[in-house]
């Protein structure tokens, strides 16, 4: 076989392989949908306890971005955890004018690891008006 011919093969293989990768490649997730898929998971896998409203607070991150978080405490296994919750995509789910300090709610948490936690969720309420 010609020297050229088996380089040009070379090539023309790594070509298909680079454009098929380049196809096929997954783009990566946001953050948005990250979030989104923790919530689902502790929607399916997550245990239920007691715990409490702390406060609601709106955070600005530039001129035009605003997050909405959901401050909140509860105990497992005697221990304390606080922890807050972006509801900015969920604010259609819950009243944020309800929420107010000292509104008891059930929070939802990975058994493995307690500080993963949400009070709400696209199939899921914790929040008791």
């Not at 997730?29 to 239920?48: A, C, F, H, S």
Request: glycine share 8%; proline share 4%.
């Amino acid at each position: 076989m010609n020297p050229f011919r088996l380089y040009a093969l070379i090539l023309g293989g790594s070509g298909a392989i680079l454009a098929a990768y380049l196809l096929l490649r997954r783009k990566p997730k946001g953050l948005e949908e990250l979030e989104r898929e923790r919530r689902q998971w502790l929607d399916r896998v997550g245990r239920i306890t007691d715990g409490t409203v702390i406060d609601v607070q709106e955070v600005q991150h530039g001129k035009q971005e605003s997050s909405t978080l959901l401050i909140f405490q509860y105990d497992v296994a005697g221990v304390s955890y606080e922890a807050s919750q972006d509801v900015t995509y969920l604010r259609h789910f819950i009243n944020l004018h309800s929420c107010r300090l000292g509104l008891p709610t059930s929070v939802r948490y990975d058994p493995q690891n307690p500080g993963n936690s949400i009070v709400v969720s696209e199939r899921w309420m914790g929040l008791r008006q």
